[in-house]
């Protein structure tokens, strides 16, 4: 209805392949970009960055993560939660032994450690398929936290096992650390996750983007026209941990701020899987939705006996929580297999084609 | 030097001075080994037949043992209980069946393992919801008495769920060989359509194998549960049966049983023997090592059927 | 067809064979007791339209699957391009310049026809991930340059119409056509193309015909095809190798083979889709 | 300077615009193409030069000024140069049909003794090659597109790119060859034949000079207002002049940009990707655009459709008035600006007509109701009248003057006249110089002092719009002698939803009458709302109901004739409905669906006796071909009605 792509004609392929070929997308995105970083952090309250925004930006991460591998690639991973958390301790590793590497950097860093790991369990990848290679990742779920838990160096020996995000300054403002406010941390968050969501569908639409999609729908065919599967599958697992673990060193220092290894159990790893069930299998723009909706239900689920005020003991609540949340899984499953995303994806359609119906 | 000592030398030095407290290890194993092994026979049961992957395998299990707790506290007698249990568990199958399986129906089998995953968290909460979250004691009778064989300490409850879970394999090895009900099964297993052209009811089968799991499922959970006690953790077995099975190939019985009895015996071992150089607590994971670094040899599993490549 | 039409106002020239590119040497395959090949042996030559023809289950689909590494053969060798090799990945072979559709439509459904094609052009495109993720220099150059590749591609194929639509929702008359585009985007020197035709009407078939006709004339692309209508086959094809149980039974021109015995008693012997 | 932004260029011949446009503007886009996925782009540095390279190497291949040079294909860049290329040598191109049949080719060929043919394609150069001998003095081919051509080997066929390449040589030797080349040409020149494929008869070659087709686009790019930065889509065949005036001279002299489609099929898509601002098509490409629209609207959901419908109907009432900036009451103001944002402007939207400044259509009467519809979407559709033989303008709907039943106002510099016989003649700047070898004629068409006989009859009403009433031959007279416009009456008829057909006689008698076959579909659906059951066509075509519909549509088309002096007297009198629906098979109508009113006349001579009687039935026998080709005959009687027009009895008098 909005739409008015009559002489939105394209010269040349530049044109024909930028990521958002339509003006009223461009200002509608622009106009998003301005409202999230300029609005929101203005009006928005303590508990809403720090309970909902903030937490939602950190799933999104690695959300988009899970979503190359499992959703592009089709290599479903159930060690999600142990990528993050080799982010996490990576970087707290980095920044209490180097304290002036700047905590952007190290965060960028970290990720390259994850990717490392992420690469090892992928090798499995190259011999097993499907639930034999989901089994395989959720070993490395195991052995990480295992391996955080055991070994004091990842903690510096502290004896509580925690870790801490310490003071860091970026630009004279404080961003991590106790002293840091909501509104800063929200701030490179979003950044974050701005940045990485491009760069993402820049490697979904490039070619190795469609080389993991050729290895998801038919991978004989895929071998057959030259593509090394390996290589394919680990460059996979290595970008997809890249972003878990960025999205790990972000949970720490950026929304928790201390944290232990059950942070990174595998619920978070089921968590994360949720996400892109719910937003959209092979979508970055589901990959977001779905974490936005995934960490909003628990909040609204608390809240709505609260405004309708039937007293609810809080364990009760817990497992009525449990139930819709497995529910809704199996819900999408059936209704939209390909989920947020493809519902957008038909209204965005309707659109464009307004008034006719098809 | 003396690293490469304590892992390659000492354990076995040990083991050959102390050989009881070897063999004790090895039983111990072989007791927990079953036990897995009870669990991954549900998953392979309905992997045959539906070409399902259900995880929520481990959270029937927990179902079945919280039903059949619930229902002692509440002073049901135990034979009542255990058949009102059994009940729950078909009733449960009909459910997912027709809510879950059916819609699901031609899918990707990677979808219907996802979906599994959210029946998973649904019957967790839909358990505790009814019977609570917090522990219960199960306790249906079986005498728990140590006693000693040839200087070893054995404890009778070992005993009868070892048996009980060598019988159940035997029960459901005939069931699927012997009976009609069993060639039906496999014949979905090997291939849908012509199951259905031989007049066999897709939704039927799977009725029956998801009940027939849910038994399953059921003994497990009185087996773990006498032993420690009903509570959450006890799904998480089922994430330690998952090696087991694919250890064991997906599709085999006698692998799954096998699988458990290598898992058991070698996640012992290791935590007994080499547990300590690494800091103790290896077995959360020593067993998934296991699988994969195994499954990088024969992807198939041990007794699993050759996955072929057709062009 | 092209040449028919063009036949009466023109002299084409006679259709000069190149050397030998492919050679098979006495290759044998079989899977657990089905002998699937015996002692094969024929070669293929630089320019041609070799069709590769014989009863279901005479282990034609085998020998495209070992000529291009799917499969590895028990025994015998395969000279590609003077290089003899025992057995190797899909992979190499595709980098080797052979390329290959399938008889059973393969192509990647979860993608838009354009990618498919786009996707059959990887070996032509570099894997740096920095580039790519920020979607530029070179990276968005040569997606910009392989684009223009596959737009040719697109065209020669006059598929413009179906450029954005997901390939599952096409009819599979189109599909065929989009897998030939894929395997044409790595400019192979061999294609092996798996029964391109069935399934097809009449006009679907002839244009099927005339691009197979075009790319060997326009790219000088050596086509080995296997293909169950004997119309067809005995008009494109220079030569045409028979097979009947594993064995290969005849080789030769379309007449030859025509006229072979062997050939008749076979296609007598079983009755059923042929021609 | 009309459009304000316009850089105007000087120039008598198309060569020497299309060199100064290349000075004025070099790095604008001149013309584009949609090929390989995208619109390709060339700059008027570009084309020109192409052009000059392509030029110089038909020079090389030998052709000579007043070489004839055909070209042949789809619109497509590349030809449009060869034709500016042809010009810059002193040649004429002659564009042919690119779906001309081989022997209508071959007639052209010959006819204008064509020397070089430029080909689009291997389709092209078939049908050529299959009729080459007829013509001896074709002696070079040049195909645009290689695809296929491989094996095409013959000496006399030359790839596009290889005449350049020797173009580009030929004129790095010297340098100033082509300028000279130019600069012989002077307005006066003949500069393109183009064939008008003539109802009857072989097609004749109208000759057009420079200065006919330079000052005609220059004063219909004034007047209407044309400016550099218009789009226009060039879909319609290169040989028919609209194509040749709007996207080859306007576009030259605007400096806009043309853009050719992809391909017949692509057609309404590539239209929709372009927007253009600047739009030509025939009465038919609107209406089935418009079937399309509703046909695509039956499937919407009930509300979307209601929305649809409503807001059409608010269009319908106050649309066309907004457009012409008429008064409009506020509230209908407000709903008409909701339903742009809802329906209108989606719609012209998905159409491609976002950005339409200016619509046009000629060549048949258009329906009411879809002439309605654009303009009610605030497009600005308008009729003009045009020939070949004119360089298109003879008359042209100025903004906010557009009546339906007008072809509007002279166009500039352009006299119009009607003849005593009620025939149209016009002298205009674009008036051809004659037709080639063909004296005789010419001489019948072209009077001495320039005056061009259209065939056409037409009257100019009050406000001087002409209004083209019908073919000047068929046009006859009532014996009073008011003018009586068969066709004219026809259409007014057939523009009736209830009327499928229509057959009008007068001419010599008193009144007028009209046999009608009424539209099955949409009297059946009537019908069955009036709760009317019938069994088939003659059934429902003899129900009094249908006769009364029928009647009371004939009362409002006399009513409107009234006001018209000139036609007043060619009311309706009586009519009756045909017992079987005219059918080409049957010879009643041509395959093109024209009734054949001589025929029917005597066919049907008991009816239209009867008509002229004051009989109120008529027994009619028919012979008719079943749908399985069995001929049989039909014996029905049929109602005769007459009609109780409003009294016009002035003009009458007047008249007799």
Redesign the interface.
Request: glycine share 8%.
């Given at each position: 209805?909005f739409?008015?792509?009559?002489?939105?004609?394209?010269?040349?392929?530049?044109?024909?392949?930028r990521?958002f070929s339509i003006v009223q997308d461009r200002w509608f995105i622009a106009a998003f970009t301005l409202f999230a970083f300029v609005v929101v952090p203005i009006f928005a309250s303590d508990y809403w960055l720090q309970a909902i925004l903030i937490p939602f930006l950190v799933y999104a991460v690695a959300a988009i993560g899970l979503n190359l591998l499992t959703g592009y690639c089709?290599q479903?991973s159930l060690g999600t939660g142990g990528f993050m958390a080799v982010g996490a301790y990576s970087s707290y590793k980095m920044t209490t032994a180097f304290p002036d590497l700047n905590i952007i950097l190290i965060f960028l860093i970290s990720g390259l450690f994850a990717a490392a790991v992420g690469i090892v369990f992928g090798?499995?990848s190259l011999?097993?398929?499907?639930?034999?290679l989901?089994?395989?990742t959720?070993?490395s779920q195991?052995?990480l936290?295992?391996l955080f838990?055991?070994?004091e160096w990842f903690y510096n020996y502290s004896p509580s096992g925690t870790i801490f995000a310490p003071p860091r300054t970026v630009f004279g403002v404080m961003v991590t650390g106790p002293a840091s406010t909501p509104e800063v941390r929200y701030l490179v968050s979003l950044t974050f996750v701005a940045v990485l969501a491009v760069?993402a569908k820049?490697?979904v639409?490039?070619?190795?983007g469609?080389?993991w999609?050729?290895i998801?729908?038919?991978d004989?065919?895929?071998?057959?026209?030259?593509?090394?599967?390996l290589?394919t599958k680990l460059?996979a697992f290595a970008?997809s941990s890249y972003f878990c673990g960025v999205s790990g060193s972000m949970l720490l220092f950026l929304w928790l701020g201390s944290v232990e290894t059950i942070v990174f159990d595998?619920n978070v790893s089921?968590l994360v899987?949720?996400m892109i069930?719910v937003g959209g299998l092979?979508s970055i723009l589901g990959s977001l939705i779905g974490a936005a909706f995934i960490t909003m239900l628990p909040i609204i689920l608390t809240n709505i006996p609260g405004l309708l005020n039937i007293p609810l003991n809080v364990?009760?609540a817990?497992?009525?929580?449990?139930?819709?949340?497995?529910?809704?899984?199996?819900l999408f499953?059936?209704v939209e297999?390909l989920g947020l995303a493809r519902l957008w994806q038909i209204g965005k359609e309707k659109l464009r084609?307004?008034?006719?119906?098809? | 030097m003396k690293v490469l000592a304590a892992i390659f030398i000492d354990p076995f030095v040990e083991m050959v001075q102390f050989p009881v407290f070897f063999a004790e290890v090895i039983t111990g194993g072989i007791i927990v080994g079953l036990m897995y092994a009870l669990v991954a026979l549900g998953f392979v049961l309905i992997f045959k037949a539906s070409g399902v992957f259900n995880f929520a395998q481990g959270v029937m299990v927990l179902f079945a043992a919280l039903t059949l707790a619930g229902l002692m506290d509440n002073g049901v007698p135990i034979w009542l209980a255990f058949i009102l249990t059994i009940g729950a568990m078909i009733l449960l199958a009909f459910a997912i069946e027709r809510m879950v399986l059916r819609p699901l129906i031609n899918q990707p089998e990677i979808i219907l393992f996802m979906a599994t995953i959210g029946l998973t968290f649904f019957l967790q909460g839909f358990g505790e919801m009814i019977w609570g979250g917090n522990i219960r004691k199960l306790d249906i009778g079986i005498p728990q008495r140590p006693f000693e064989v040839g200087g070893m300490l054995l404890n009778q409850f070992d005993l009868v769920a070892a048996s009980t879970a060598a019988i159940l394999v035997l029960v459901l090895a005939l069931l699927f060989t012997k009976t009609p009900i069993g060639r039906a099964l496999r014949a979905v297993a090997d291939d849908h359509q012509a199951a259905l052209s031989v007049g066999i009811s897709l939704k039927y089968i799977w009725v029956i194998v998801w009940s027939v799991a849910g038994i399953v499922a059921l003994i497990a959970g009185i087996m773990w549960g006498s032993r420690s006690g009903v509570q959450f953790s006890l799904s998480l077995v089922a994430l330690k049966a998952l090696p087991v099975l694919i250890l064991g190939g997906l599709t085999s019985m006698p692998g799954a049983i096998v699988g458990g009895l290598i898992i058991g015996v070698g996640e012992k071992l290791a935590e007994v023997y080499w547990g300590p150089l690494l800091g103790g607590g290896i077995e959360a994971w020593f067993a998934y090592v296991v699988a994969v670094i195994f499954l990088l040899f024969r992807p198939q599993g041990l007794f699993g059927e050759r996955i072929i490549e057709r062009v | 067809m092209t040449e028919i039409s063009t036949a009466e106002n023109t002299q084409p020239e006679a259709r000069q064979l190149g050397g030998v590119l492919l050679k098979v040497d006495d290759i044998s395959v079989s899977f657990g007791e089905v002998r699937a090949l015996i002692g094969v042996s024929f070669d293929i030559r630089e320019r041609e339209i070799l069709s590769i023809i014989g009863p279901n289950g005479a282990g034609k689909t085998t020998m495209l699957n070992l000529l291009n590494g799917v499969y590895s053969p028990d025994s015998g060798t395969i000279v590609f391009k003077g290089e003899t090799r025992q057995r190797m990945r899909p992979h190499e072979s595709a980098s080797l310049g052979i390329a290959r559709t399938f008889q059973n439509v393969a192509l990647f459904r979860g993608m838009s026809t354009l990618d498919n094609i786009m996707t059959g052009r990887n070996l032509k495109m570099s894997h740096n991930i920095f580039t790519q993720g920020l979607y530029w220099g070179p990276a968005r150059r040569q997606e910009i340059e392989q684009r223009a590749f596959v737009e040719q591609i697109i065209d020669f194929l006059e598929i413009e119409a179906i450029r954005r639509v997901p390939v599952g929702r096409l009819p599979y008359g189109l599909q065929k056509r989009v897998e030939l585009g894929r395997a044409l985007a790595a400019e192979p020197t061999l294609l092996l193309l798996d029964e391109p035709m069935a399934g097809m009407n009449t006009e679907e078939k002839e244009d099927m015909c005339r691009f197979i006709f075009d790319l060997n004339e326009e790219f000088g692309t050596t086509v080995a095809l296997i293909e169950h209508d004997m119309g067809v086959v005995m008009d494109i094809s220079d030569r045409v190798v028979v097979l009947d149980y594993g064995r290969k039974i005849a080789d030769g021109s379309p007449d030859e083979v025509r006229a072979s015995q062997a050939v008749i008693d076979a296609y007598l012997g079983v009755s059923h889709d042929e021609t | 300077m009309s459009g304000g932004q316009n850089i105007a260029i000087s120039g008598d011949t198309i060569p020497e615009l299309l060199i100064e446009r290349g000075k004025a503007q070099p790095h604008r886009s001149a013309i584009r193409e949609k090929d390989f996925g995208i619109w390709q782009s060339w700059t008027w540095e570009q084309v020109c030069a192409e052009v000059r390279a392509f030029a110089c190497g038909l020079s090389e291949m030998g052709l000579a000024r007043g070489d004839k040079v055909a070209i042949l294909g789809d619109n497509r860049p590349r030809l449009y140069w060869a034709m500016a290329a042809v010009q810059s040598m002193g040649g004429v191109p002659v564009p042919v049909y690119q779906d001309a049949i081989a022997d209508e080719v071959s007639y052209v060929l010959s006819h204008a003794e064509i020397r070089f043919a430029v080909l689009e394609n291997q389709e092209q150069v078939d049908k050529v090659l299959s009729v080459r001998e007829n013509s001896p003095a074709l002696e070079g081919l040049i195909y645009t597109d290689p695809r296929g051509m491989r094996n095409y080997k013959m000496p006399f066929l030359h790839g596009f790119e290889d005449v350049v390449e020797r173009g580009r040589k030929h004129d790095a030797a010297q340098a100033n060859f082509f300028d000279g080349e130019v600069a012989k040409g002077k307005g006066s020149d003949l500069a393109i034949i183009l064939y008008t494929s003539g109802t009857t008869g072989r097609p004749k070659g109208v000759m057009l000079s420079y200065d006919n087709i330079v000052i005609t686009a220059r004063n219909a790019n004034r007047v209407e207002n044309v400016r550099e930065d218009e789009e226009v889509l060039a879909y319609l065949p290169m040989a028919w002049v609209g194509d040749h005036i709007f996207s080859y001279a306007q576009a030259l002299i605007a400096g806009f940009t043309v853009s050719c489609p992809e391909s017949s099929d692509t057609l309404m898509l590539d239209l929709r990707e372009l927007g253009p601002t600047f739009f030509f098509a025939p009465p038919r490409v609107f209406e089935n655009i418009l079937t399309t629209v509703v046909v695509r609207m039956e499937d919407a959901s009930a509300l979307k459709r209601w929305m649809f419908t409503y807001f059409m109907e608010v269009a319908r009432r106050s649309g066309t008035n907004i457009l012409e900036g008429k008064p409009v009451p506020l509230g209908d103001r407000l709903l008409y600006a909701m339903g742009k944002v809802l329906v209108y402007g989606p719609l012209r939207n998905t159409l491609g007509f976002t950005r339409l400044r200016r619509a046009y259509t000629a060549g048949e009467a258009i329906g009411p109701e879809t002439f309605n519809f654009y303009r009610s979407l605030g497009i600005n559709l308008k009729q003009l009248y045009g020939q070949t033989e004119a360089s298109v303008y003879v008359t042209i709907q100025p903004d906010n003057e557009v009546k339906l039943e007008t072809v509007g106002k002279a166009a500039p510099d352009c006299e119009i006249k009607i003849a005593d016989n009620g025939e149209v003649l016009y002298r205009s700047p674009g008036v051809f110089l004659g037709y080639y070898q063909n004296d005789d004629a010419t001489a019948e068409t072209k009077t001495a002092d320039g005056w061009v006989h259209t065939g056409d009859a037409g009257v100019i009403d009050e406000d001087g719009h002409l209004k083209i009433i019908d073919r000047a031959k068929d046009v006859g007279r009532l014996a009073n002698g008011t003018l009586f416009a068969p066709k004219y009456l026809e259409n007014k008829l057939k523009f009736l939803p209830a009327i499928r057909e229509a057959v009008a006689f007068g001419d010599g008698s008193d009144y007028a009458t009209a046999m009608i076959n009424i539209d099955i579909d949409a009297v059946g659906n009537w019908a069955e709302r009036q709760g009317i059951s019938y069994t088939n066509y003659i059934d429902l075509a003899d129900h009094d109901k249908v006769y009364e519909l029928v009647a009371g549509g004939i009362r409002d088309i006399n009513a409107n004739l009234a006001k018209d002096p000139n036609l007043a007297g060619s009311a309706i009198r009586r009519f009756l409905i045909l017992h079987k629906e005219l059918d080409a098979d049957d010879g009643e109508l041509t395959r093109t669906r024209k009734v054949r009113r001589g025929f029917i006349a005597e066919r049907y001579g008991t009816l239209v006796d009867a008509l002229y009687s004051n009989a109120t039935s008529v027994t009619v026998e028919a012979a008719v071909v079943f749908e399985d080709g069995r001929k049989g005959k039909v014996k029905a009687d049929l109602k005769i009605r007459n009609v109780d027009g409003p009294v016009v009895a002035e003009p009458l008098r007047k008249a007799g």
């Open positions: 209805m739409y008015r792509e009559a002489g939105q004609f394209k010269t040349s392929y530049i044109q024909d392949q990521l089709g479903l090798l499995p011999r097993i398929k499907g639930f034999y989901a089994v395989a959720l070993a195991f052995f936290i295992w838990n055991r070994v760069v820049n490697l639409r490039g070619n190795l469609r080389t999609m050729a998801r729908d038919m004989v065919a895929a071998e057959v026209i030259g593509i090394r599967p290589r460059s970008i595998i089921f899987l949720f069930i092979g364990e009760l817990k497992h009525i929580e449990l139930m819709i949340f497995g529910g809704i899984i199996i499953l059936i297999p084609i307004w008034p006719f119906p098809h | - | - | -």
